[in-house]
């Protein structure tokens, strides 16, 4: 065993996905919430490899795990930025308070 | 303290600081510096627990792709840079702030009362993992493999249709 507990390292992942949560929830701007969300998924990550070090070594279902979230938050960085360019092309703003088409 | 706990509470520090001057950073381009520091932090971490093919892919895909599309995004909507004094949060800001620093507190606790169920000493680590990984792909998790790869192309052709000029 590293001479690391594991608690040490849900504890900074517990913390980055706190303010990552922050991040995304008080932002006004929509690039600033995506930051956020891509700071959750990095804690997120964290804890999954982790969990794979000090629980299920043996396997390799914690790593497979972590490299598919890592795609997903690929593949939802390129659609977000795209629409959030599309919606700043049309709208001239990227402020998530002006964006309100949606809202009646 | 050993050389591990050392080397795990500086790139803590690290990313922990980093995060924090990221959503703190009046300039959304600053907080995207920031988070380029957060991604090597956990980086770090991931090569410390022993997943180092997966902390080399965090460098490439988190730093070297997505912290350089959204710094695009971000130079490619300049009004948002323009005004340097327009308020960064909305509204709800402090009660977010107490949630989450709450979130924190109600996490930190239940990691430090959880018994986890710790794997036995001296279980071997496997090593060599980029290639347990690539047979792990093509053998066991091949229809996770196969599914990502698909979610990436509709994404890809997703983000092009969206963003494309009409």
């Known amino acids: 065993m590293p001479s690391v507990p594991l608690s040490w390292y849900l504890i900074v992942a517990a913390l980055l996905f706190s303010i990552g949560a922050y991040g995304a929830l008080s932002r006004r701007n929509a690039i600033g919430i995506l930051m956020g969300i891509e700071l959750m998924l990095n804690a997120v990550n964290i804890n999954l490899v982790a969990f794979w070090r000090y629980v299920e070594v043996e396997g390799l279902a914690g790593q497979m795990f972590a490299i598919i979230a890592i795609t997903v938050a690929a593949a939802e960085a390129a659609v977000a930025l795209a629409l959030i360019l599309a919606i700043y092309r049309t709208r001239d703003t990227v402020n998530v308070e002006e964006i309100d088409l949606l809202k009646w | ?166």
């Open chain 2, 1 to 166: 303290m050993t050389a591990e706990q050392f080397v795990f509470v500086v790139a803590a520090l690290i990313t922990l600081g980093s995060a924090v001057g990221m959503v703190t950073s009046r300039s959304v381009f600053v907080g995207a510096l920031w988070m380029i520091a957060v991604f090597g932090g956990v980086a770090a971490l991931f090569i410390l627990v022993g997943a180092g093919f997966l902390g080399i892919v965090q460098i490439l895909i988190y730093i070297g792709a997505i912290a350089v599309l959204i710094l695009f995004a971000i130079m490619l909507t300049p009004r948002v840079m323009g005004d340097p004094n327009a308020p960064r949060y909305n509204r709800q800001w402090p009660l977010v702030a107490v949630m989450t620093t709450g979130l924190a507190a109600v996490l930190t606790v239940l990691v430090l009362r959880t018994d986890w169920p710790l794997a036995q000493e001296g279980t071997p680590v496997i090593t060599g993992f980029a290639v347990e990984l690539g047979k792990g792909f093509m053998t066991t998790y091949i229809l996770p493999f196969e599914v990502a790869s698909v979610l990436l192309l509709v994404a890809l052709i997703g983000a092009i249709v969206i963003a494309r000029e009409e």
